[in-house]
């Protein structure tokens, strides 16, 4: 039962200091939507979708009335389209991606993930037209989102397929110049990719997943910055470590309690709980915030790779006390534009691109949201991916890589995307080339330690 007490703290966590279900995401297996003929598969693809989402908007809306708690978003994920649409005999797949995009419009979601390949180890037919369909889709399109996966620990990285992204990503980024390149904010490049994931833009609906599942995301970082506010300066690293994994502990519960709810009365099974503090731009719902209440002056300046060490891993050991179905990414989240205490540091000049990657190695995703000048070359951007790939690789995590070559913007400048997208200020870039580097092409062996077997 709970306590008096504990349902207070609860209500001043919603209201005071921004805890949400962030997303509630439905997970839908495309596998039997394939045919030769892509209208009919297109025809299965939306009848599918509308079919078992369709209810999935007004529950999550009863449900927040009847908990008083915000459930943000309301998303579905699917099969990577690659795999779905390569039974068919199209030259790209736009068609695909606005079929999601209508199927996500008419259920009421705000994102669709899963136009989205798998090519760490090398390319089918299917993966190149998708790849190349990704910027005619991305701006065709207003809910769909799309990821590739470059590399996994086991494969290795494959150059060949980074190369691919960072063009695509440059002309995803002319393509919708006059939004200042949001196109590129809804594209993601892994390493390690997890096929549970209910975030968006990196989740689609992995293979192993059954037909449909409800993984739920939650978030809470003014939460934690409110505890460790409270705990003072003097406590030590372990009385700070226990009370982030106690408050983690809570949110999960919480998250676990909503997603078993939705998947109870949607009638699919519960996947998982993924306990990420994925900032928003309000002021307050920052993990940079949580960084300096340990102390640092600015998040960037010395000791922020190690008070983000200890907060990711304490986040995750709170959501594996608290449930046994902790998947997806789970930890902190860094994403420039989305916290806006990362624009801060990155105004303060306390934040680099370097410093932002050395951080990538003890967060739970990669260099996110991050905008770059539109004249960025692809070699470098490439070079950036694969810097980041590596991190993935050889320590057996998940990165990622959301950046955006904003087109006709300089270092100084800003994009607005507004909504839980945020606002960025244009980064540096190592003037340095990579050409060289980057055209080399092929796979970067994995590590000795991928043979586990």
């Known amino acids: 039962m709970l306590t008096i007490e504990e349902i ?7 209201q005071e200091e921004n ?64 795999m779905v649409a390569e039974a068919s005999s199209l030259g790209d797949y736009i068609e695909y991606a606005r079929t999601l995009d209508r199927a996500a419009e008419a259920v009421g979601v705000n994102f669709i993930g899963g136009f989205s390949a798998l090519v760490h180890k090398g390319f089918t037919g299917g993966d190149i037209k998708l790849i190349e369909s990704i910027p005619g889709a991305l701006s065709s399109t207003g809910r769909v989102c799309s990821s590739i996966n470059v590399a996994t620990s086991r494969a290795g990285i494959n150059m060949d397929a980074i190369n691919m992204s960072s063009r695509i990503i440059k002309e995803t980024a002319r393509l919708t110049a006059e939004q200042d390149s949001i196109g590129c904010a809804k594209l993601v490049i892994f390493a390690n990719v997890p096929e549970d994931n209910p975030f968006m833009a990196g989740a689609f609906h992995g293979i192993g997943e059954p037909d449909c599942v409800i993984n739920t995301g939650v978030s809470g970082p003014g939460v934690v910055r409110s505890a ?17 994994k106690k408050t983690a502990f809570k949110i999960t519960r919480m998250g676990e309690l909503v997603g078993r709810t939705a998947a109870e009365r949607l009638g699919v099974p519960f996947g998982i709980v993924d306990v990420s503090l994925a900032p928003t731009p309000a002021v307050g719902d920052s993990v940079a ?69 050395a951080m990538t190695a003890v967060c739970s995703v990669g260099l996110d ?7 960025t070359p692809a070699e470098t951007i490439a070079a950036i991916i694969a810097d980041e790939a590596a991190i993935g690789v050889f320590n057996h995590k998940t990165t990622a890589v959301r950046i955006i070559p904003a087109a006709n913007k300089q270092v100084g400048d ?9 606002r960025a200020p244009v ?24 043979l586990r077997n």
């Open 19 to 82: 805890l949400d279900i962030r997303t509630i995401t439905m997970g839908i297996s495309l596998r039997d939507c394939g045919d030769a003929d892509h209208k009919a598969a297109c025809r299965k693809i939306y009848d599918k979708i509308t079919r078992l989402a369709g209810p999935l908007v007004k529950t999550g809306e009863e449900m927040a009335r009847e908990y008083g708690l915000p459930i943000v978003n309301k998303r579905i994920s699917v099969t990577p389209i690659a």
């Open 289 to 357: 915030g949580i960084l300096e209440e340990m102390g640092l002056e600015h998040c960037g300046a010395p000791g922020s790779t190690a008070a983000l060490a200890l907060l990711n891993d304490a986040v995750k050991k709170g959501g594996a006390m608290a449930s046994s179905y902790v998947g997806g990414l789970s930890g902190a989240f860094i994403p420039v534009s989305e916290d806006a205490g990362m624009i801060d540091a990155v105004d303060a000049g306390a934040l680099s691109l370097e410093k932002l990657e």
């Open 427 to 450: 980064m540096a870039v190592n003037k340095f080339s990579a050409e060289k580097f980057s055209r080399r092409g092929g796979r970067i062996p994995a590590p000795i330690h991928s």
């Open 369 to 375: 949201m991050i905008a770059i000048p539109g004249d």
């Open 228 to 244: 460790v506010r409270k705990l003072g300066v003097d406590a030590d690293f372990g009385s700070l470590s226990e009370t982030i």
């Open 414 to 422: 800003r994009v607005e995307f507004g909504g839980l997208l945020g």
């Open 8 to 14: 207070l703290e609860t209500i001043k966590m919603v």
